[in-house]
């Protein structure tokens, strides 16, 4: 049986690639796979949410998404230079969330990387 490794994600530190200062995150894709980073964090109930994220990516489709899991998300495509991308929300009735940022693979080397994540509530 053939084990199927993850495709990569992680920091890239000191190189400079940041949309503000020199370091920055990355999701890579060799594959047709899912791939996101993702962090649980405390919100309000009832409250309203933007989640916002500077993003650069080689994708040839709208296969990146920005968002909330099993609330919101935004799509994104393909973009040289670093683009702001923002998904709006409402906690309903959570106390936490779970925040993603991430992409399905295109079958080929691909890239997002993405700087300057903010929440804020609306």
Do not use: C
């Amino acid at each position: 049986m053939e084990r199927r490794r993850p495709d990569p994600k992680g920091t890239m530190r000191f190189e400079g690639r940041g949309h503000s200062g020199v370091n920055n995150a990355w999701v890579g894709s060799g594959s047709g796979n899912w791939n996101a980073i993702m962090q649980t964090v405390s919100v309000q109930p009832q409250t309203g949410y933007i989640i916002s994220a500077w993003v650069r990516s080689n994708m040839t489709r709208r296969s990146g998404r920005l968002g909330e899991r099993g609330i919101t998300e935004a799509s994104f495509g393909a973009s040289r230079s670093y683009k702001q991308i923002s998904a709006p929300f409402n906690s309903g009735v959570h106390s936490t969330v779970q925040l993603y940022i991430g992409s399905t693979g295109e079958h080929r080397s691909s890239y997002l990387q993405v700087d300057d994540v903010s929440l804020h509530r609306r």
